[in-house]
């Protein structure tokens, strides 16, 4: 799926519920992302090592990670995987296998190599025209025709009803999920007495299906609906993507778990902005 039109997201202020979200994420991988930093300068490295060979008929990426970051023990992500997942959505070529040499500068680095498909049903789907070499197309931006484009609710039981009918369609027709319930969560009172909904949704992938791995086809799933998408927490490798609609509400959606007795699920929530009641 192309979305063509390219647009910058910008976060609404006072999204608590949501914030608190990714700001968990990424506290749990080592530091906050700077989007104007670049991706791997966002994660201390600052010139990252491409380099290629041919094995057989196989294209062989070899990328040294090296970062001046502070790795705390018992890190939620492995620094290795990071590495590994932006430097599959990063570099401009065929990539059959990737080797990853990384670690702190100063210490030992480690070193771990991944197959294509195993990248694959790690992280997703690469971005457009990478494979042949051509710059990522960015983040995917709403579309003009998008359901939810241009859509505006004026009062909290109507974006409460919206922001249900998007993560049940989400959940039904992109994940492909037979039962999905998203939850009001609660309405937080703005001045003047408006509310601000939250909406909430979690969902457990069956089988192995990584739930890592379906933040791409999220991510354009919620673009094509006519939403604001930012990718830029998961083009540095973190486990998420945030959206907005043109009226202002937010949604993120995050990977987490993976662990007993915490399984690996997606965790969406979205805000509804402050409304009549």
């Known amino acids: 799926m192309s979305i063509d039109a390219r647009r910058r997201w910008r976060p609404v202020a006072g999204v608590v519920a949501i914030a608190a979200v990714l700001v968990t994420v990424l506290m749990v991988n080592g530091g906050y992302f700077d989007p104007q930093s670049g991706v791997w300068t966002s994660v201390g490295v600052d010139d990252p090592a491409y380099d290629s060979r041919t094995d057989g008929s196989r294209t062989v990426v070899t990328v040294e990670a090296i970062t001046t970051l502070r790795l705390p023990a018992g890190r939620a992500v492995p620094f290795a995987r990071q590495a590994a997942k932006i430097a599959w959505r990063d570099y401009r070529g065929q990539i059959d296998v990737l080797e990853v040499t990384s670690g702190t500068k100063g210490s030992p680095p480690t070193r771990q190599s991944w197959r294509r498909d195993e990248l694959e049903r790690a992280f997703g789907w690469r971005p457009d025209g990478l494979d042949e070499g051509r710059e990522p197309p960015g983040p995917p931006t709403g579309a003009g025709g998008g359901m939810y484009r241009n859509t505006t609710v004026t009062t909290v039981r109507e974006a409460e009803e919206r922001l ?107 805000t509804s902005g402050c409304l009549g009641a």
């Open 164 to 270: 249900r009918e998007l993560f049940t369609g989400l959940g039904e027709d992109e994940l492909q999920m037979a039962t999905v319930t998203p939850q009001v969560k609660g309405r937080s009172p703005c001045d003047g007495g408006a509310f601000d909904a939250y909406v909430v949704l979690d969902l457990t992938l069956p089988g192995t299906r990584d739930a890592e791995a379906a933040l791409p086809g999220v991510a354009e799933y919620l673009a094509a609906a006519g939403l604001d998408v930012a990718t830029g927490e998961l083009d540095a490798g973190l486990p998420s993507v945030s959206a907005s609609f043109t009226d202002g509400a937010v949604v993120s959606v995050v990977a987490a778990g993976g662990g007993e007795p915490d399984p690996q699920h997606l965790h969406f929530g979205a």
